[in-house]
């Protein structure tokens, strides 16, 4: 079923894609960011006894591999490649200079947890595992410190076979945060292209503390009801760049993120210049989110051209009490959302702390968010807006919204408090707080 959304919703896409791009009719892509490298020295998967029968475990087969690309240091690094086959494997770390290459109808599973995972410190920005305190579960593919690493092939696909995470969660008998599917930590010049990602444990790929990424071609697929199975993370990062996917998952799409309360306004590394564009997806969560854990900061995010099918939320920004962190200009464009509970939701009551120890006067700046250009039809709710008594959000744009449900929506009124801001075409019409006519500050240039 995946793939027949998958087939129908991309191609229909693409039309949109290629007929949004620059006013000469070019689409605009983030490709230069990092640029594909061509690696001369190659080697298989199976050069190092690697078997993909679906049953042999090939731990030590990519270690050994991953080991001769960092030790022998050939010029312009090396491309390990993964023939077609299942090949189940432990977790394992990528290191610098090297491509990890997937044929078509290659798969690389995780092992299922039997009890025995390696466990890593938790970020320094969190301060705890995101789920539980202490240290959290390594990804299943994992790389800290690393530079120029290319992650590509021919759509082959990385499954974290999440199934008995999941049902530890649900069953509270998790002793640590899940792994990731992939997290990319201290690292930059990173590429990811023409992958398939499936059932991540957690969250499916988290480049967190990196400079220069670039997310593009890739296949996200995890069940509506797998918990917290967010698509990609941007977090503590700068210079991201994630289109041209396709993402269904159990939680938000696209999640930008830069710490967790005190401990990521003390490492105080924020998240900017991150670009999302020509993503189609579905969850029971948010399309494109901003948050809830923002509290180093979130600036410069561009997200335009989305496309959201059967959503929980179609965009949501979200912080709490705590958060500390200033969200700042934020543009979100060109959105087409259907048969969705909540078409725009900003919000300062969201999410939870790593403890007690939260400074509570610790409050976050919002201001300098524009959404425009937004379509919705089967929208039940149209939107809320809710500041914080002590800071509140400011110059909020709408600009060209309508969100409609069959008739209209449900719901037709805005929730709104603490906010200023302006709005201009707007339906169903929003709250009095935004109908400010000081359009200087907010929404002048839409128009």
């Known amino acids: 079923m995946h793939w027949l959304i998958f087939s129908v919703l991309f191609c229909c896409s693409l039309f949109a894609f290629f007929s949004s791009g620059s006013a000469s009719g070019e689409v605009v892509t983030c490709s230069g960011i990092v640029p594909l490298s061509y ?20 731990t030590k087969a990519f270690r050994a591999a991953i080991y001769r690309i960092q ?25 610098s200079h090297m491509t990890l290459y997937l044929a078509r109808g290659a798969v690389i599973k995780a092992v299922q947890y039997t009890g025995n995972w390696p466990l890593i410190a938790p970020l320094p920005s969190y301060g705890r595992g995101r789920e539980l305190p202490g240290g959290r579960y390594m990804s299943f593919i994992h790389a800290d410190g690393v530079r120029d690493v290319v992650i590509t092939g021919e759509n082959g696909t990385i499954d974290g076979q999440g199934d008995v995470w999941w049902n530890m969660w649900r069953q509270r008998t998790l002793q640590f945060t ?6 990319f930590k201290n690292s930059r010049s990173i590429l990811i292209s023409n992958v398939i990602f499936r059932n991540s444990p957690f969250w499916n790929i988290h480049p967190v503390y990196c400079s220069n990424v670039v997310i593009r071609y890739v296949t996200i697929l995890a069940p509506t009801d797998s918990p917290n199975t967010d698509g990609i993370d941007p977090d503590s990062s700068s210079n991201v760049c994630i289109e041209d996917s396709y993402i269904s998952t159990g939680d938000d799409l696209v999640a930008v993120k830069s710490g967790w309360d005190e401990y990521g306004i003390a490492y105080g590394r924020p998240s900017f210049g991150i670009t999302i564009r020509r993503i189609t997806g579905s969850s029971p969560f948010a399309g494109i989110a901003i948050g809830s854990e ?12 989305i496309n ?28 087409y959302m259907e048969n969705v509970r909540t078409g725009l939701k900003i919000a300062g009551d969201t999410g939870d702390h790593p403890d007690d120890k939260f400074n509570p006067n610790a409050l976050p700046v919002v201001k300098g968010i524009t959404i425009k250009n937004v379509w919705g039809v089967k929208v039940q709710r149209a939107g809320s807006i809710l500041g914080l008594k002590d800071s509140p959000f400011t110059g909020i744009c709408l600009a060209n919204v309508n969100l409609h449900g069959l008739t209209g ?13 302006a709005a201009l075409k707007v339906s169903p019409w929003p709250c009095s707080e935004l109908a400010s006519t000081y359009y200087s500050d907010s929404c002048s240039d839409q128009f």
């Open 39 to 58: 690696r001369n020295d190659k080697i298989s998967i199976t050069d190092f006894g690697g078997v993909g029968d679906g049953r042999t475990l090939n």
């Open 409 to 421: 929506p449900r719901d037709p009124t805005w929730k709104c408090s603490d906010v200023s801001g």
């Open 71 to 95: 030790h022998l240091r050939r010029r312009g690094g090396t491309l390990l490649y993964i023939p077609p086959g299942v090949y189940l494997t432990e977790s394992f770390n990528l290191t």
């Open 308 to 335: 959201l099918f059967d959503m929980g939320v179609g965009i949501n920004v979200k912080t709490n009490i705590g958060r500390g962190g200033v969200i700042e200009n934020i543009t979100i464009s060109d959105v």
């Open 294 to 305: 923002t509290s180093g900061g979130v600036l410069n995010v561009l997200a335009e051209h």
């Open 178 to 183: 899940r792994p990731n599917l992939i997290e």
